[in-house]
């Protein structure tokens, strides 16, 4: 079968497509004929070899979440999974490839009415969104902000903030179009990357800040917190903040302000199952709106990562076998 390696760390054209073994699926495990394969964020940071220490090596199979039919399974599996439409979490490698094998425990039958690439743009994002503003304790009435709102995380948490009574959902983002895109699906004030803008009645401060990009600026968004606001960190596609961003809280002593962190990894199986199957019945049900940016055909994963590298992605890049 055709796979999607990395030949070589850095750029996209270090990627590859070459000829490797059907894989078998092992005891737990279904196979899966891919039909929709999510290129994400993190699929850029381990081509570029950042995460070279945590075990990537040239040679890696890239992507993490597939959707398509199942083909095969591994021992202790219900064989009446074959030949099923399933959405897939295939750990952070293997999906980039006609067939990828997943745990069962990570496997989600699909509902009629929703397509292979709508899962994988809202599977694994719209868990993100979802417990990130339940980390963040949001409540109907409270003013959020979404800061890097176009990448798929941010698309569905704009809306689930705007559908849970959010009385303000502001946006960062770098253009007026990707701003008017994101008031289409739910926010109200649009401000640019550094925070500025959003017009005259945009809120002086939020309760909630839901932020996807970190990196220098950060400390900057932590002053847009109103007192007793909560800010979750939930990806670093700024990059990592400055070391002492830390003293803006404490600075900010006497605003009872909270940071925190979250990775869904450390959310139980079985509750991340339960609110996907739940986003995709509504998505199917034409509720939750997902923004695929484009679906290529598997041998063009290096222009898609080029794509995304200049920042040209509104939503999620998809490849299909
Ligand atoms: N917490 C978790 O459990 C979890 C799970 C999966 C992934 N992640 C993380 O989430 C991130 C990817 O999320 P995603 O796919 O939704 O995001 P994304 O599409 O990669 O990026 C979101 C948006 O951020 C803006 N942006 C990019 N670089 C920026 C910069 N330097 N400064 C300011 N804004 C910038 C861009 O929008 P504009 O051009 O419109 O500004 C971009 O569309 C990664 O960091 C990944 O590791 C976290």
Redesign the pocket.
Known sequence: MKAVVIRTFGDPDGLEIVDVPVPVPAPGQVRIATEAIGV???DA?IRRGTLAAYGFREGHILGSEVAGKVTAVGGGVDASWIGRRVWAFTGLSGGYAEQAVASIEDVLALPDGLTCADAVTLG??GV?AHF?LDRARFTSGETVLV????????ITAVQLAARGGASAVAV????VE?GDRLRDLGATHVLD?SGEGGGPDAPAGFDVVID????P?LPRFLDKLTSNGRYVA??????QPPADFGMRLMDAFRRSLSFAT????TVPRPDRQAVRSSHFADAAQGGLRTVVHAVLPLDQAVPAHRE?DA?K??G?VVLAP
């Open positions: 994400g964020g993190v940071v694994g994002s993100v990130a800061r890097g709102a176009a990448g798929s995380i941010g960062t983002t770098s253009s990707r990357r996807i990009v970190g990196g600026q939930v990806g670093v596609v700024g990059g979250f990775s869904s990894d995304m920042g992605v509104f999620r």
